[in-house]
Nanobody, 126 residues
Framework: QVQLVESGGGLVQAGGSLRLSCAASGRTFSSYAMGWFRQAPGKEREFVAAISWGGGRTYYTDSVKGRFTISRDNAKNTVYLQMNSLKPEDTAVYYC???????????????????WGQGTQVTVSS
């Protein structure tokens, strides 16, 4: 069992930056690959980025490549999402999620993750 708590969301103007954090507690953080998803009103939850348990592999959805960076600090039990050049279409609730390190899949679908945080709102104004 692992508990996840996101923070760092807020209101920012288009072109601005935010850094989201997801703090994990419970079982050993390095036992999990981590992902970030987002969900806008009236839309399905969508994949944003993922990172392997050791941080050596990262994955991004095309719309955020070159703007967002996922990273993790296993000593601090935290995964981050640095978001630059934000656009109004990035507005959503952002969730972090965890899946066991032995899992071998795409990491791009919500069903692949066992644990979820409560989400943090990101609003980008035009």
């Amino acid at each position: 069992q692992v508990q996840l708590v996101e923070s760092g969301g807020g209101l920012v103007q288009a072109g601005g930056s935010l850094r989201l954090s997801c703090a994990a507690s419970g079982r050993t953080f390095s036992s999990y690959a981590m992902g970030w998803f987002r969900q806008a009103p009236g839309k399905e939850r969508e994949f944003v980025a993922a990172i392997s348990w050791g941080g050596g592999r990262t994955y991004y959805t095309d719309s955020v490549k070159g703007r967002f960076t996922i990273s993790r600090d296993n000593a601090k039990n935290t995964v981050y999402l640095q978001m630059n050049s934000l656009k109004p279409e990035d507005t959503a609730v952002y969730y972090c999620a965890a899946t066991p390190r032995y899992y071998s899949g795409s990491y791009r679908y919500p069903y692949e993750y066992h644990y979820w945080g409560q989400g943090t709102q990101v609003t980008v104004s035009s």
